[in-house]
C-alpha cells in the first residue's frame, strides 16, 4: 500500500510539474517580442509539460491496469523528437526570409552562410547560377 502512496506523490508531481512548464510556455508565446523568441516557448517548456504530462498518464495507467501503456512512450519519444527539428527549421526559415527581431536576438549566428540569410532564395550548389 505504501508504494502506491509514492507513486501517486510522483504522478501528482509530474501533473503539476507539466501543468507549469505549458503554462510557462504558453506565456512566453504570447508575450515575448520577437518570432525567434517566441519559438522557445512551444519548443523547450511546452514540450517539456507535455512530457511529463504523457509519462504521469503511462505511470497511472500502468498502477492501475498493472501492464505499461506503450502508446504515451511513443506519444512522448515523437513529440521529443520532432519539436526540435520543427523549432530548427523554423528558424532557419525565419532566418532565410529576414523576418524582423529585436536587436537582443543578433539573428544573424555563426553556423550560417552568408548566402543562406538573403533576399533571395539560395541557389542550388550542384545546379549553377544560370
Do not use: N
Not at 507549469?20 to 517548456?45: C, E, N, Q, W
Not at 527539428?85 to 553556423?111: D, F, I, M, N, Y
Amino acid at each position: 500500500m505504501t508504494h502506491y502512496v509514492i507513486l501517486e506523490g510522483v504522478i501528482a508531481f509530474l501533473l503539476v510539474a507539466g501543468g507549469a512548464f505549458v503554462f510557462i510556455g504558453s506565456l512566453g508565446l504570447a508575450h515575448l517580442r520577437d518570432f525567434y523568441m517566441r519559438l522557445h516557448g512551444p519548443t523547450k517548456a511546452t514540450t517539456l509539460g507535455i512530457g511529463c504530462m504523457l509519462v504521469a498518464s503511462m505511470l497511472y495507467f500502468w498502477v492501475t491496469e498493472g501492464k505499461p501503456d506503450i502508446q504515451e512512450m511513443l506519444i512522448t519519444l515523437f513529440l521529443f523528437i520532432t519539436a526540435p527539428v520543427s523549432a530548427h527549421l523554423l528558424a532557419k526559415t525565419g532566418l532565410h526570409l529576414r523576418l524582423k527581431h529585436v536587436e537582443k536576438t543578433a539573428g544573424r549566428p555563426a553556423e550560417l552562410r552568408h548566402e543562406e540569410v538573403g533576399e533571395k532564395p539560395v541557389p542550388h550548389p550542384d545546379r549553377g547560377h544560370g
